[in-house]
């Protein structure tokens, strides 16, 4: 039997309690994350099974996993992983509605985090990451939704945003919903008209990133930038 049973401690010693009476702040990540997911499993209480997410997805790991993965997490199933996603979610929009900007995108891999769940879905969505002369994120927009063509992804729709926000660069990023990362002729045709545009306008496309679920593949990166 565990010694974590939210039913076996006093009511005052109780997350839910705790966060009543002295607000979320006062509660430690584990008591948080146990007051998301309310239960554990057979022989699992759910403040155990909290500390054991915790402990082994540090740095709020959890918080960037797409929904589908932290469905198989031991203890964690659909309904649990629903209701994490959503408390994070809420907690990101609730935050300023551009709760984002300020994010330092140096590196494929925050850009990668940044694109959040967008890279589960099943088309591939094109987005624009504006961001100043630091490398943090000013705006980020959606320019199109649908297979990658060289004619879909237009470097009038791309930069505009970027003259009238006052960037410094571009970042660009697409999802693969194959999961296949290597990129396409359009990947690089659509990223050679987007660079020679950035150049003549002054503001330079910095990278082109491909996302899948579980990865990323950088032009910079690969010498193609």
């Known amino acids: 039997m565990s010694d974590d049973r939210i039913c076996d401690l006093h009511r005052v010693e109780r997350p839910r309690e705790r ?12 008591e948080l994350l146990a007051a998301v997911l309310r239960t554990g499993y057979a022989g699992r209480g759910v403040l155990e099974l909290a500390r054991d997410l915790v402990r082994s997805h540090p740095g709020g790991e959890l918080g960037r996993m797409p929904t589908a993965e932290l469905s198989r997490i031991k203890g964690m199933g659909p309904s649990r992983a629903c209701a994490l996603a959503a408390a994070i979610e809420l907690g990101r929009r ?5 709760s984002s900007q300020g994010t330092a995108l140096d590196s494929p891999r925050r850009v990668f985090t940044e694109f959040g769940d967008l890279r589960e879905k099943k088309k591939e969505h094109f987005v624009a990451f504006y961001v100043d002369a630091l490398s943090c994120l000013i705006h980020k927009e959606t320019v ?3 297979t990658l ?4 992804v ?5 930069f505009s945003p970027a003259v009238e926000r006052g960037a410094a660069g571009v970042i660009v990023a697409h999802n693969h919903p194959s999961g296949n990362l290597e990129p396409s002729l359009d990947d690089k045709e659509t990223t050679r008209r987007l660079a020679q ?3 003549l306008l002054g503001i330079p496309l910095l990278d082109h990133v491909l996302v899948t679920a579980r990865g990323f593949y950088s032009f910079r990166e690969h010498g193609l930038l």
């Not at 009476?21 to 990540?29: K, M, N, P, T, V």
């Not at 237009?154 to 791309?158: G, S």
Request: hydrophobic share 35%; charged share 25%.
């Open 94 to 98: 609730w935050d300023g509605r551009n």
């Open 149 to 152: 063509t060289a004619s879909l």
């Open 197 to 199: 545009a950035g150049k």
């Open 154 to 158: 237009h470097p009038r729709e791309v």
């Open 144 to 146: 199109s939704i649908g």
């Open 19 to 30: 966060l009543l009476s002295r607000g979320a702040q006062a509660l430690s990540d584990e």
